[in-house]
């Protein structure tokens, strides 16, 4: 396993597969987001600030839950050489440190998620292959019944010992649901705007974590309440929360955008008064007639006082 997962060696250091995943997963959402970043006019450090504060308070949610969790001892805490990084808890934790860093720059935190979320989903796709890597994000074992291929199945850990044992490839369903919502996020922020484009690939991210949790293998994953696991419930809970806030936010929407469809009535209303009262208006010019026909016949008089001269002398 640790030559599958091992991409080279330099002296008594090796570098994973595993990590150059997380790498390139943080490389793209980067560079998504700051493509986006620039067409919506934000500030144009945006998408690196989010890198800077995200991954560093996504490592201690990932940390704490995964102790939490029960996967690694308290005690192992800032020990990175022992393995357990907890998705939901680093999803949580990089969201509130976000969050708050919009708040201090006193930015559009709507805008700014619509911004951020189509290239962290696309992170999320091309990082999910570090499990293929390190042979977790792994289903049940199948049997002789199923065809073991790829995608449908993948290696695992007791593979390396015995050649035979492998696991269905939840995580590449996970890659799928991560890439779908990343392009539909792109899709939406034309058509969406004020954080609705978030709001919607962040509730479906999330039942669909809430579901593929299920089909995980319940090894690597604590199991709390007979069947529903710690991952679950902290899932489950930031989906109920932003249920609440979508819901909270969606309250304040009718009322503008009922401004807007009685705008267009007001004008009809008004042009039908501005109908009747055009004809009025050019009947009242015509009052200039009366000094036409006055100073008509006293011009023409002036030019009979030189005649009149004329005989006189």
Sequence with gaps: MESFNTAFTVGSVSLTWSAIMLVLG??????????????????KDLALDACIVGIPAGLVGARLFSALSGKI????FFDLTVGGLNLPGA????????AIYTRIKKLPLGK?????????????????????????????IADDAVPKFFPLCTFTAQFFRDGQTVAFAVFFLDFLVC??????????????????????????????????????DGSTRQIVFG????????????????????????????????EPAGEPEAPEEAEAPEESESPDEPEAPEQ??????AEAPEQPDAPETPEKEQTEA
């Design 179 to 216: 890439l779908a919502l990343g392009v539909a996020a792109l899709l939406l922020n034309k058509k969406l705007s004020d954080s609705k484009t978030a709001r919607a690939v962040i509730l479906v991210y999330l039942f669909a974590e809430f579901i593929l949790e299920w089909l995980r």
């Design 112 to 140: 700014a998620l619509d911004a951020l979320i189509p290239g962290a989903m696309f992170g999320l796709a091309v990082g999910r292959w570090a499990d293929f890597f390190l042979c977790e994000g792994l289903g049940p």
């Design 288 to 293: 200039p007639d009366e000094p036409e026909a």
């Design 227 to 258: 069947e529903v696991r710690f991952n679950q419930i902290v899932l489950l809970g930031m989906l109920l929360f932003f249920v609440c806030l979508s819901l909270a936010i969606a309250k304040r929407e009718p009322a503008p955008s009922a």
């Design 73 to 76: 001892p308290f005690s192992a």
């Design 91 to 98: 999803l949580l934790f990089a969201g509130v440190g976000i």
């Design 26 to 43: 943080i490389l793209v959402a980067v560079i998504v987001s700051e493509i986006l970043v620039k067409k919506r006019g934000l500030y």
